[in-house]
């Protein structure tokens, strides 16, 4: 045979087979992928277990997850990652306790474990602890001195506490390393109105706006700022409401309801029970404080021109107050939706965290002030500032509970702080 020939049919079959064993290459990788089925994974090792963690979690299956994650733990008692991830997992579920123990648990072997200080301030966040969540996002800072997230969160505590100097601040580091960072924008104009400082607001609003138009951060703003402060002189806060309203299309009944102030409520304000951290996004009014010793019992009868529905929703956290500081949990929980939501928890999340803080605290006095109260045909909103010490905690900030008519009852389906 020709030897051209022959190079070239042995040529043809190589370049026929080549396919076929590349595909091989691939299918006999043992490097795990989210496009393998669960059952393709072996679970012999640690990080076998580790990998199908990884793989339920992202399938939204939180309880496998766990279960892999904490197989991993028992073969390999040091694997921070596994820690980490399981930490993760229960945030998710709302077991927030858990959570910080497994990102504790990572930092002890791994004391430069700089997610793991920044998700465990997270959760101390969502649990209150103010003060913790503080020292662990300056910890995360420490081990990476770039680590925008942190100051711009670390900035959101300071900003709850009503230190706007030093939230400031941390937003401005932030900034400086992520200079397009539309959540640090947003939060650093909220500091800057509540300082007072109207016109830096106006243009970090601007500029957030028109980088990244964020309906939640509208509602945030409302929320944050339900009136204009009296030394808003020029209005800024029309102004930055009409910005998001061109922005984001929305309605002009909506951008009219939304600039109006809202009225201050004539009478006494409700108390309110002890929450975790409250955020003081917008600078205290230097209204009387009334504390909850001297508030009278509701009497709708007292003031005939208040609107019925208002008076509801003032029953209903009165109600709330007053099953909070007896201990009657039962009571205190009825007056929540069952669909309620706050800071990752569900309602029976939230009733064992709120039974967690009557145990733990010692001394609690709550005060109020600017109660502010609006009321659609089923929806309500209560703003206030709250101030809240106890053995526990010292904080003083602006408070929001939203409220739905559910069966022609007034119920929590969301508190704001």
């Not at 051209?4 to 595909?23: D, E, H, N, T």
């Amino acid at each position: 045979m020709n030897k051209k020939l022959l190079f070239l049919i042995l040529s043809l079959m190589f370049l026929l087979s080549a396919p076929s064993i590349f595909a091989e290459t691939i299918n006999t990788s043992k490097e795990p992928s989210y496009q393998q089925t669960i059952t393709d994974i072996p679970a012999g090792t640690a990080q076998e277990y580790y990998n199908r963690g990884n793989i339920y979690g992202k399938k939204g299956n939180l309880i496998q997850a766990i279960s892999d994650y904490t197989k991993a733990i028992e073969i390999n008692p040091i694997f921070t990652e596994a820690y980490y991830n399981r930490g993760n997992t229960y945030e998710k579920q709302g077991n927030l306790t858990q959570a910080i123990s497994d990102y504790t648990k990572a930092i002890e072997i791994n004391p430069n474990y700089t997610e793991a200080y920044y998700n465990r301030g997270n959760t101390y966040e969502k649990q209150g602890n103010l003060t913790q969540a503080i020292s662990d996002y300056t910890k995360a800072i420490e081990t990476n001195p770039k680590y925008a997230a942190a100051y711009c969160n670390r900035g959101n505590v300071y900003q709850t506490q009503g230190n706007l100097t030093l939230a400031i601040a941390d937003y401005n580091k932030a900034l400086e390393i992520s200079p397009n960072d539309s959540t640090s924008l947003y939060n650093r104009g909220l500091a800057y109105y509540g300082a007072e400082q109207y016109g830096k607001a106006l243009t970090d609003y601007t500029t957030a706006i028109s980088q990244n138009p964020d309906k939640e951060a509208y509602e945030d703003f409302i929320k944050n700022v339900p009136a204009k402060k009296t030394s808003d002189i020029k209005n800024v806060r029309n102004e930055i409401l009409q910005l998001f309203v061109e922005k984001l299309n929305l309605d002009k009944k909506t951008a009219i309801a939304a600039a109006a102030p809202m009225p201050v409520v004539a009478a006494e304000p409700a108390p309110v029970i002890p929450a975790e951290p409250i955020p003081a996004p917008a600078a205290v009014a230097n209204a009387p404080v009334v504390t909850t010793e001297n508030l009278a019992p509701v009497d709708i009868k007292q003031n005939e021109t208040k609107s019925i529905p208002e008076e509801a929703v003032r029953n209903l956290v009165t109600k709330w107050l007053t099953s909070w500081k007896s201990g009657d949990m039962k009571t205190y929980r009825s007056c929540y939706a069952s669909n309620f939501q706050s800071k990752g928890m569900n309602l029976d999340a939230w009733i064992s965290y709120k039974n967690n803080v009557r145990q733990r605290s010692k001394n609690i006095n709550i005060s109020i002030d600017d109660l502010q109260i609006s009321v659609d045909e089923n929806s309500a909103m209560a703003v206030f500032t709250q101030s809240y010490s106890s053995s526990m905690l010292k904080d003083k900030g602006k408070k929001t509970l939203e409220l739905k008519k559910i069966n022609d009852e007034w119920k929590i389906y969301s508190e704001i702080i």
